[in-house]
């Protein structure tokens, strides 16, 4: 599988952004895509993740209300809508996928498989 992620850029406090995530590759069985963030200097954390099948979506505290993830499973897409960004939204955030994703691991990087390149989200205040 590989994660072809667009959508990042410049965007001031309050603003929002779409990114997407295109997937070649099988997306059956137990497939589930996802988000994480890295900003300057921390960890690498989950945002939020959409489950092939069915699509149960799973956010992080810090995304709830504000993000909403969605797939398009003909064009095997993903998309990230990111609303009333706040600058500690800033961060390169990374398009994950992985085809045997059981629900407890939605939000563990280390369970997802592949990992698109990065694209920057820059919230100015």
């Known amino acids: 599988v590989q994660l072809q992620a667009s959508g990042g850029g410049l965007v001031q406090a309050g603003g929002s952004l779409r990114l997407s995530c295109a997937a070649s590759g099988r997306t059956d069985g137990s497939y589930a895509m996802g988000w994480f963030r890295q900003a300057p200097g921390k960890e690498r954390d989950f945002v939020a993740a959409?489950?092939?099948?069915?699509?149960?979506?799973h956010y992080a505290d810090s995304a709830k209300g504000r993000f909403t993830i969605s797939r398009d499973s003909a064009k095997k897409t993903v998309y990230l809508q990111m609303n009333n960004l706040g600058p500690e939204d800033t961060a390169v955030y990374y398009c994950?996928?992985?085809?045997?994703?059981?629900?407890?691991?939605?939000?563990?990087?280390?369970?997802?498989?592949?990992w698109g390149q990065g694209t920057l989200v820059t919230v100015s205040s």
């Open positions: 994950v996928a992985d085809n045997a994703m059981i629900l407890s691991s939605v939000g563990i990087r280390s369970a997802y498989k592949y």
């Open positions: 959409i489950r092939w099948r069915g699509g149960s979506t």
